[in-house]
């Protein structure tokens, strides 16, 4: 398999520029070096720019909604726990809309990866704030600027109970494939918050901003406070890498109704009730 | 004394009623009303006889006034009746509210020892008082306050005269989980009862139960009955959020999951709900999810995907009075409206609307074939008259229910279909499926009007074509779904129409309106999307007047009939105070109209 195994051949509608193009890039390699094979991957997108790449990406794919690609992500895995299941959204999707999912996909540690384009706005719906624009950004739809503080996602997955906490960067595709390889390799809830740029809607943090200011994590941290501290850095210097890894069951390895076999596996045939009816007399 | 009083029927020269009795036992919710009527039901139904329980409560989990009335006949009669024959008064409030309620004849069993009742009072009504020291014998077995209904419980069975094996029995049954020592208890408990009653008032009451021979029945609640329909057309994944009066399907299935091998979810909100559902049915699996209104209003946006994406999944809606939180613990049929056109733009939806239990089993089974073979959504309509209520309900079949998969390729046909199209414009609007982890059947489920391959597509001539597809399936659908059923004599003075749960309340009206002479039949919907406009137009042009039941406040179904075949029905009985139909208020208004 190579990456452009992956590719539907549908030319990609982002911006010249865009930070999509290395997620999407950094994504078909990490199936490359995982040596997938198409079928195995479901992805579901959520609704923004970052979604449009259900139309570029090669697999079997949900198109789904603003905000709601987590629990549909989480019912694929459900259903045939074999697939390897990644989620594509934006930082509205997931941060504002939808977050609950987060919480709750996070606290269940459902094995899925969830993919976060960051951009800190709102992009296809051309440039609106979101949940990680800065305090005091000027944006159509905050012309005062946002009074709001921005939400710190690592933070919040961590506490949530996520087992695998990171963030890339959409300008070093070879760090973010094998950020995305450890997230899918990794079994449980893996967030991987990527910086986006946004070289239309979000002129601050761009390429050249942010490649100076990040630096790598040397490793993982296993204390969840040491981690929660770590995720409020972001100033002068800006860690990428995975900021927590904690190993323990995922959410499907713990019901009993999948030891044997996948839900989808399940024979329909013959199913009696008989013995259930006895409690109805 | 009481025991020295002749028979009232006998003394007047009458016969004793035999297996025509409506009891109901009320008091304060917390002390085991709804068991106690569940248990009384499955004695009497373990005799041979029919049962029908109603129950009332307020939202509330202790305190307020909790009623389970259960009609016992030799027939099926699913109706609550208003007229009370054999009251159980666990507290004095049951009393006050239903004592207008109790006929001729009738009996209260009640402990004299909390309060007083004035005897000679009640049989001025020819109301005769059974009083029982229930709270004395429950703390003599060693039971106290928690097991004083079950006392009751053996107090009205020896006052109709029924064996006591038939509620030890039930008593063993329901307890054996709680282990020997509470099914001793409670066995000890309602023989006291019993023992009690019997040496008392021996022979006294009017009111007589019988055992007959018959098939097996089964004592079920709708909702009981959704659930196992569900099992058997192999529903492998419900997800659910609790929510008044849906919840007992969540808890009969997350209670029964690892035998029905199935996952049974609780999520965090009714969106996160029809989200793993329709993620789950994507990946292949047959799911569910059920709710009430509230819930089904969060989840409008994603009924519309999974219109789009063309997955199926089967909704359930067990209905109560809105709007917003309205009426937790009451019935109604409100959301008609509201789900034929719930979700964004339009799409092709099923909605069954079931009558009791039996259609309410194969109902939802036929419910996951339908989902399957036109590969969108399929309502069960319900409410919490059918869902809580529960029926003397005959054995299901379930040789009946055939699973059809749909038409989901095989891994080869897949390898042999060349540019294989998941949404492929067809014929019926039915395009060949293929899941998650099949080789050479990859494509993108979008929630973006798209191509036959799924990829986004806002060309005009594709839009029309796929939004064709897509409604086609509805009509295909129509070809195989039964029209609505007409009860009762094809010439009638009158013609009674309603959908759903008030089945059992209209067919009883139409006997109360035989014995009057009057000659009524029913036209009984249950198959409301997609609308059976032909059968509907040829059985109401001929009716000579036409009168609708709804719980509703605008005549939701009498609308629609209006806007599917022009036909207007200018008479209703339209409810909406939260009440299940009675039949005598559909007879009086049957009557009223001819
Ligand atoms: C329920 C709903 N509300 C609003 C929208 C409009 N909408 C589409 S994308 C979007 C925001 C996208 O922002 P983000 O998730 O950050 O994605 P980006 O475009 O930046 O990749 C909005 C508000 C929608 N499609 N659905
Ligand atoms: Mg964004």
Same mark, same amino acid.
């Given at each position: 398999?190579?990456?452009?195994?992956? &590719?539907? /051949?549908? =030319?990609?509608?982002?911006? %010249?520029?865009?930070?999509?193009?290395?997620?999407?890039?950094? !994504?078909?390699? #990490?199936?490359?070096?995982?040596?997938?094979?198409?079928?195995?991957?479901?992805?579901?997108?959520?609704?923004?720019?970052?979604?449009?790449?259900?139309?570029?990406?090669?697999?079997?794919?949900?198109?789904?909604?603003?905000?709601?690609?987590?629990?549909?992500?989480?019912?694929?895995?459900?259903?045939?726990?074999?697939?390897?299941?990644?989620?594509?959204?934006?930082?509205?999707?997931?941060?504002?809309?939808?977050?609950?999912?987060?919480?709750?996909?996070?606290?269940?540690?459902?094995?899925?990866?969830?993919?976060?384009?960051?951009?800190?706005?709102?992009?296809?719906?051309?440039?609106?704030?979101?949940?990680?624009? &800065?305090? /005091?950004? =000027?944006?159509?739809?905050? %012309?005062?600027?946002?009074?709001?503080?921005?939400?710190?996602? !690592?933070?919040? #997955?961590?506490?949530?109970?996520?087992?695998?906490?990171?963030?890339?960067?959409?300008?070093?595709?070879?760090?973010?494939?094998?950020?995305?390889?450890?997230?899918?390799?990794?079994?449980?809830?893996?967030?991987?918050?990527?910086?986006?740029?946004?070289?239309?809607?979000?002129?601050?943090?761009?390429?050249?901003?942010?490649?100076?200011?990040?630096?790598?994590?040397?490793?993982?941290?296993?204390?969840?406070?040491?981690?929660?501290?770590?995720?409020?850095?972001?100033?002068?210097?800006?860690?990428?890498?995975?900021?927590?890894?904690?190993?323990?069951?995922?959410?499907?390895?713990?019901?009993?109704?999948?030891?044997?076999?996948?839900?989808?596996?399940?024979?329909?045939?013959?199913?009696?009730?008989?013995?259930?009816?006895?409690?109805?007399? | 004394?009481?025991?020295?009083?002749?028979?009232?029927?006998?003394?007047?020269?009458?016969?004793?009623?035999?297996?025509?009795?409506?009891?109901?036992?009320?008091?304060?919710?917390?002390?085991?009303?709804?068991?106690?009527?569940?248990?009384?039901?499955?004695?009497?139904?373990?005799?041979?006889?029919?049962?029908?329980?109603?129950?009332?409560?307020?939202?509330?989990?202790?305190?307020?006034?909790?009623?389970?009335?259960?009609?016992?006949?030799?027939?099926?009669?699913?109706?609550?009746?208003?007229?009370?024959?054999?009251?159980?008064?666990?507290?004095?409030?049951?009393?006050?509210?239903?004592?207008?309620?109790?006929?001729?004849?009738?009996?209260?069993?009640?402990?004299?020892?909390?309060?007083?009742?004035?005897?000679?009072?009640?049989?001025?009504?020819?109301?005769?008082?059974?009083?029982?020291?229930?709270?004395?014998?429950?703390?003599?077995?060693?039971?106290?306050?928690?097991?004083?209904?079950?006392?009751?419980?053996?107090?009205?069975?020896?006052?109709?005269?029924?064996?006591?094996?038939?509620?030890?029995?039930?008593?063993?049954?329901?307890?054996?989980?709680?282990?020997?020592?509470?099914?001793?208890?409670?066995?000890?408990?309602?023989?006291?009862?019993?023992?009690?009653?019997?040496?008392?008032?021996?022979?006294?009451?009017?009111?007589?139960?019988?055992?007959?021979?018959?098939?097996?029945?089964?004592?079920?609640?709708?909702?009981?009955?959704?659930?196992?329909?569900?099992?058997?057309?192999?529903?492998?994944?419900?997800?659910?959020?609790?929510?008044?009066?849906?919840?007992?399907?969540?808890?009969?299935?997350?209670?029964?999951?690892?035998?029905?091998?199935?996952?049974?979810?609780?999520?965090?909100?009714?969106?996160?709900?029809?989200?793993?559902?329709?993620?789950?049915?994507?990946?292949?699996?047959?799911?569910?999810?059920?709710?009430?209104?509230?819930?089904f209003a969060?989840?409008a946006?994603?009924y519309g995907?999974?219109g789009?994406?063309?997955?199926?999944?089967?909704?359930?809606?067990?209905?109560?009075?809105?709007?917003?939180?309205?009426?937790?613990?009451?019935?109604?049929?409100?959301d008609l409206d509201f789900v034929m056109y719930a979700g964004q733009d339009e799409f092709?939806k099923?909605i069954?609307?079931?009558?009791?239990?039996?259609?309410?089993?194969?109902?939802?089974?036929?419910?996951?074939?339908?989902?399957?073979?036109?590969?969108?959504t399929?309502m069960?309509?319900?409410?919490?008259?059918?869902?809580?209520?529960?029926?003397?309900?005959?054995?299901?079949?379930?040789?009946?229910?055939?699973?059809?998969?749909?038409?989901?390729?095989?891994?080869?046909?897949?390898?042999?279909?060349?540019?294989?199209?998941?949404?492929?414009?067809?014929?019926?609007?039915?395009?060949?499926?293929?899941?998650?982890?099949?080789?050479?059947?990859?494509?993108?489920?979008?929630?973006?009007?798209?191509?036959?391959?799924?990829?986004?597509?806002?060309?005009?001539?594709?839009?029309?074509?796929?939004?064709?597809?897509?409604?086609?399936?509805?009509?295909?659908?129509?070809?195989?779904?039964?029209?609505?059923?007409?009860?009762?004599?094809?010439?009638?003075?009158?013609?009674?129409?309603?959908?759903?749960?008030?089945?059992?309340?209209?067919?009883?009206?139409?006997?109360?309106?035989?014995?009057?002479?009057?000659?009524?039949?029913?036209?009984?919907?249950?198959?409301i999307s997609?609308f059976?406009?032909?059968?509907?137009?040829?059985?109401?042009?001929?009716?000579?007047?036409?009168?609708?039941?709804?719980?509703?406040?605008?005549?939701q179904?009498?609308r629609l009939?209006?806007e599917?075949?022009?036909?207007?029905?200018?008479?209703?009985?339209?409810?909406?105070?939260?009440?299940?139909?009675?039949?005598?208020?559909?007879?009086?208004?049957?009557?009223?109209?001819?």
């Open positions: 398999m190579e990456a452009h195994d992956f &590719e539907t /051949g549908h =030319k990609p509608t982002w911006c %010249p520029g865009c930070g999509n193009y290395g997620i999407w890039q950094s !994504l078909k390699n #990490a199936f490359v070096k995982l040596n997938t094979s198409q079928e195995e991957i479901v992805v579901v997108y959520g609704i923004g720019c970052h979604g449009n790449m259900a139309n570029f990406l090669n697999v079997y794919g949900v198109g789904s909604l603003h905000g709601r690609s987590i629990p549909v992500a989480c019912g694929v895995k459900m259903a045939n726990h074999r697939l390897k299941v990644v989620v594509i959204v934006g930082d509205g999707d997931t941060y504002g809309e939808g977050v609950n999912h987060l919480l709750s996909a996070a606290r269940g540690n459902h094995d899925i990866t969830v993919i976060v384009h960051n951009n800190e706005i709102y992009g296809l719906t051309t440039g609106q704030a979101s949940p990680t624009s &800065e305090k /005091g950004t =000027k944006t159509k739809s905050t %012309p005062l600027g946002v009074i709001e503080e921005p939400l710190n996602p !690592l933070a919040t #997955a961590i506490i949530s109970g996520a087992s695998f906490v990171s963030r890339g960067f959409a300008g070093d595709t070879d760090a973010l494939r094998d950020l995305i390889c450890a997230g899918i390799e990794h079994s449980g809830f893996s967030l991987i918050d990527v910086l986006q740029p946004c070289l239309t809607f979000e002129k601050v943090h761009n390429f050249d901003f942010l490649r100076e200011k990040i630096y790598k994590l040397e490793k993982a941290e296993k204390d969840k406070e040491a981690a929660i501290k770590k995720t409020f850095e972001w100033s002068e210097k800006i860690p990428v890498g995975v900021f927590y890894q904690e190993e323990k069951p995922a959410f499907t390895d713990q019901l009993p109704q999948l030891k044997e076999d996948t839900l989808v596996e399940k024979p329909l045939k013959d199913i009696k009730i008989d013995e259930l009816l006895k409690e109805f007399i | 004394m009481v025991a020295l009083l002749q028979n009232p029927f006998k003394a007047n020269g009458r016969k004793i009623k035999i297996n025509d009795l409506n009891l109901k036992i009320g008091g304060e919710a917390g002390f085991g009303i709804m068991a106690s009527g569940l248990i009384f039901a499955k004695a009497v139904n373990r005799a041979g006889l029919s049962t029908f329980g109603y129950v009332e409560y307020p939202s509330l989990v202790r305190g307020g006034h909790n009623t389970y009335q259960i009609k016992v006949t030799s027939k099926p009669y699913f109706a609550p009746e208003k007229q009370v024959d054999l009251l159980i008064a666990l507290n004095k409030n049951t009393v006050d509210v239903d004592g207008a309620n109790l006929g001729p004849f009738s009996g209260v069993i009640f402990n004299d020892e909390e309060f007083k009742l004035e005897s000679s009072e009640f049989e001025k009504k020819n109301v005769f008082l059974y009083p029982v020291p229930l709270e004395k014998i429950a703390t003599e077995v060693g039971g106290g306050k928690l097991v004083v209904n079950t006392v009751a419980l053996g107090a009205a069975l020896a006052l109709v005269g029924l064996d006591f094996q038939y509620l030890s029995s039930v008593l063993t049954n329901t307890f054996r989980q709680k282990g020997e020592q509470v099914v001793n208890l409670n066995i000890k408990s309602a023989r006291g009862g019993y023992d009690y009653v019997r040496e008392k008032y021996a022979d006294h009451f009017s009111f007589k139960l019988e055992k007959l021979d018959g098939p097996p029945k089964f004592v079920m609640s709708g909702n009981e009955a959704i659930a196992l329909g569900a099992i058997a057309a192999g529903c492998k994944m419900y997800v659910s959020y609790p929510m008044t009066p849906s919840s007992s399907i969540l808890h009969y299935l997350a209670d029964h999951q690892l035998k029905a091998d199935m996952i049974v979810k609780h999520c965090a909100d009714e969106i996160e709900a029809i989200d793993m559902a329709i993620g789950g049915s994507f990946a292949g699996v047959r799911t569910a999810v059920g709710t009430s209104g509230g819930g969060l989840m946006e994603s995907l999974a789009i994406l063309e997955t199926p999944l089967v909704v359930i809606n067990v209905q109560r009075p809105g709007p917003a939180t309205g009426m937790p613990t009451w019935t109604g049929q409100p092709p099923i069954i609307a079931p009558g009791d239990p039996a259609g309410a089993f194969y109902g939802t089974a036929q419910a996951f074939n339908l989902a399957a073979e036109y590969q969108t399929v069960i309509l319900s409410d919490k008259f059918l869902g809580e209520s529960i029926y003397g309900t005959e054995e299901f079949d379930t040789n009946k229910i055939k699973i059809e998969e749909g038409g989901i390729l095989s891994e080869s046909e897949l390898l042999n279909t060349e540019n294989y199209k998941r949404y492929e414009f067809t014929e019926t609007g039915v395009s060949p499926r293929s899941l998650p982890g099949q080789k050479s059947g990859k494509y993108v489920a979008n929630s973006y009007e798209h191509d036959e391959f799924g990829f986004v597509s806002e060309d005009p001539d594709n839009r029309v074509s796929m939004m064709t597809k897509r409604m086609k399936k509805l009509v295909t659908a129509s070809n195989g779904l039964p029209g609505p059923t007409l009860y009762g004599e094809v010439e009638a003075k009158i013609t009674l129409v309603g959908w759903g749960s008030s089945k059992g309340p209209i067919l009883k009206a139409l006997d109360l309106l035989k014995q009057e002479g009057i000659s009524a039949n029913f036209l009984h919907f249950v198959y997609p059976p406009i032909e059968a509907t137009a040829k059985i109401l042009s001929s009716a000579k007047k036409t009168l609708i039941c709804e719980g509703n406040y605008t005549g179904l009498a009939i209006r599917k075949t022009g036909i207007e029905i200018k008479r209703g009985l339209l409810k909406f105070d939260g009440r299940p139909f009675y039949p005598e208020e559909i007879a009086k208004a049957a009557k009223e109209a001819v």
